[in-house]
C-alpha cells in the first residue's frame, strides 16, 4: 500500500498542527478549524438486532426502511467519516451516503465494508478478499480498505477493517499485515485513522500491537460513558475502535459508544430491536472553532 509522499505528509502535519494551535515561541497560536467527528459501525447487514419472533412483525415493516434509518440517527450526531462494517449491500450503502450527504468508497469482500464521508475521498483501495468461503488461515475474509479523504485540517488517510470474530492467530496476522500497509506513514509520523469492529478486547495481545505501533486508542485517551460496544441491548465488551496517529492523536477530544436512541434495545420492550447487535463508536478531534 502506497504511503503518503512527504510533501502530502508536511501538508497534512501542517493543518492537524494548527488543530492544536501550535505557535512557535512568542507568537499567538494559530486559529482552531473546526472539529472532526468520525463514527465507526457495524451495521448487521442492514437488518436490525435482535432477530426473534416478539419483534418480527416490526422488523419486517422496517425491513426496506434500515439504510434510511441508520443513516437518520447517524446524522444526529454530524459526522464527517463514517465506517461501515457488514455493509453487505452496496446500493444500501448507497442509499446512507446519500442520506447523508457524503462520498463513499465500498469495500467489497466476504462481509463488505465502506468509507463515507462529507469531504472529497481523493483515493481509496480494497484490500479484501472476494469471498467469506476463503480457507480461514487467510487474512481479510471480511473487508480491510484505505481511503484518503480531503479534510479542512489537511488529507486524512482512513483505514478500515473488519477482524476475524474467532481466531486470535488470524486477527494478529491481519493486523501485522495492516500495519505493513502502515509502516512508512508510521514511520513519518503522519497522520491517519484506523477504525472498525476489530473483535478484540483491549485486554489482548491483538490491542497491544496496535498500541505499541504508536497508534492512540480514542476511547482510552478520552473515552466518556459506555466502554462495551456489544450487545446493544447489555454492551459488556469492547471490540470496535477508533485509533489515531500523528498529529491528529494529539487532539482527541472525546470518544465514546452511542448507547442511546435507536442503537440500542429498549429492554423495557420485547418488541423493540436495535439497528445493529453492535453499537456505533464516535470520536471528535480538534478544537471547536470559535464564533
Same mark, same amino acid.
Not at 426496506?64 to 454530524?78: D, F, K, N, V
Given at each position: 500500500?502506497?504511503?503518503?509522499?512527504?510533501?502530502?505528509?508536511?501538508?497534512?502535519?501542517?493543518?492537524?498542527?494548527?488543530?492544536?494551535?501550535?505557535?512557535?515561541?512568542?507568537?499567538?497560536?494559530?486559529?482552531?478549524?473546526?472539529?472532526?467527528?468520525?463514527?465507526?459501525?457495524?451495521?448487521?447487514?442492514?437488518?436490525?438486532?435482535?432477530?426473534?419472533?416478539?419483534?418480527?412483525?416490526?422488523?419486517?415493516?422496517?425491513?426496506?426502511?434500515?439504510?434510511?434509518?441508520?443513516?437518520?440517527?447517524?446524522?444526529?450526531?454530524?459526522?464527517?467519516?463514517?465506517?461501515?462494517?457488514?455493509?453487505?449491500?452496496?446500493?444500501?450503502?448507497?442509499?446512507?451516503?446519500?442520506?447523508?450527504?457524503?462520498?463513499? /468508497?465500498?469495500? !467489497?469482500? @466476504?462481509?463488505?465494508? $465502506?468509507?463515507? #464521508?462529507?469531504?472529497?475521498?481523493? +483515493?481509496?483501495?480494497?484490500? %479484501?478478499?472476494?469471498?467469506?468461503?476463503?480457507?480461514?488461515?487467510?487474512?481479510?475474509?471480511?473487508?480491510?480498505?484505505?481511503?484518503?479523504?480531503?479534510?479542512?485540517?489537511?488529507?486524512?488517510?482512513?483505514?478500515?477493517?473488519?477482524?476475524?470474530?474467532?481466531?486470535?492467530?488470524?486477527?494478529?496476522?491481519?493486523?501485522?499485515?495492516?500495519?505493513?500497509?502502515?509502516?512508512?506513514?508510521?514511520?513519518?509520523?503522519?497522520?491517519?485513522?484506523?477504525?472498525?469492529?476489530?473483535?478484540?478486547?483491549?485486554?489482548?495481545?491483538?490491542?497491544? /500491537?496496535?498500541? !505499541?505501533? @504508536?497508534?492512540?486508542? $480514542?476511547?482510552? #485517551?478520552?473515552?466518556?460513558?459506555? +466502554?462495551?460496544?456489544?450487545? %446493544?441491548?447489555?454492551?459488556?465488551?469492547?471490540?470496535?475502535?477508533?485509533?489515531?496517529?500523528?498529529?491528529?492523536?494529539?487532539?482527541?477530544?472525546?470518544?465514546?459508544?452511542?448507547?442511546?436512541?435507536?442503537?440500542?434495545?429498549?429492554?423495557?420492550?420485547?418488541?423493540?430491536?436495535?439497528?445493529?447487535?453492535?453499537?456505533?463508536?464516535?470520536?471528535?478531534?480538534?478544537?471547536?472553532?470559535?464564533?
Amino acid at each position: 500500500m502506497p504511503g503518503l509522499t512527504r510533501r502530502t505528509f508536511l501538508g497534512v502535519a501542517g493543518g492537524w498542527m494548527a488543530l492544536r494551535g501550535a505557535a512557535s515561541p512568542g507568537e499567538p497560536a494559530a486559529a482552531s478549524v473546526p472539529r472532526l467527528c468520525t463514527i465507526a459501525y457495524n451495521v448487521y447487514g442492514f437488518r436490525g438486532w435482535p432477530e426473534n419472533r416478539a419483534n418480527r412483525a416490526r422488523r419486517e415493516a422496517a425491513r426496506g426502511q434500515m439504510p434510511a434509518r441508520i443513516a437518520l440517527e447517524l446524522a444526529c450526531y454530524g459526522p464527517d467519516i463514517v465506517t461501515l462494517s457488514e455493509a453487505d449491500s452496496e446500493a444500501a450503502v448507497a442509499e446512507v451516503a446519500t442520506h447523508l450527504d457524503m462520498n463513499y /468508497a465500498y469495500l !467489497d469482500g @466476504g462481509f463488505p465494508g $465502506a468509507i463515507l #464521508s462529507r469531504f472529497p475521498v481523493l +483515493e481509496h483501495e480494497n484490500h %479484501s478478499l472476494p469471498s467469506k468461503d476463503i480457507d480461514a488461515l487467510e487474512p481479510f475474509t471480511r473487508y480491510a480498505g484505505r481511503a484518503v479523504i480531503d479534510a479542512p485540517g489537511g488529507p486524512v488517510a482512513v483505514f478500515s477493517a473488519h477482524l476475524h470474530p474467532r481466531s486470535r492467530d488470524l486477527r494478529l496476522r491481519e493486523i501485522e499485515q495492516i500495519l505493513a500497509w502502515l509502516e512508512r506513514d508510521i514511520e513519518s509520523r503522519a497522520t491517519f485513522l484506523v477504525q472498525g469492529d476489530l473483535n478484540h478486547p483491549p485486554d489482548t495481545p491483538e490491542y497491544a /500491537a496496535w498500541r !505499541d505501533a @504508536g497508534l492512540v486508542d $480514542a476511547f482510552a #485517551s478520552k473515552g466518556v460513558g459506555v +466502554e462495551g460496544t456489544v450487545r %446493544s441491548n447489555k454492551p459488556t465488551v469492547r471490540i470496535d475502535y477508533v485509533w489515531a496517529h500523528g498529529p491528529l492523536a494529539e487532539t482527541v477530544r472525546e470518544c465514546r459508544a452511542l448507547y442511546e436512541g435507536a442503537f440500542r434495545v429498549n429492554p423495557e420492550d420485547p418488541t423493540s430491536f436495535a439497528l445493529s447487535d453492535h453499537l456505533p463508536v464516535l470520536a471528535t478531534f480538534g478544537e471547536l472553532a470559535q464564533p
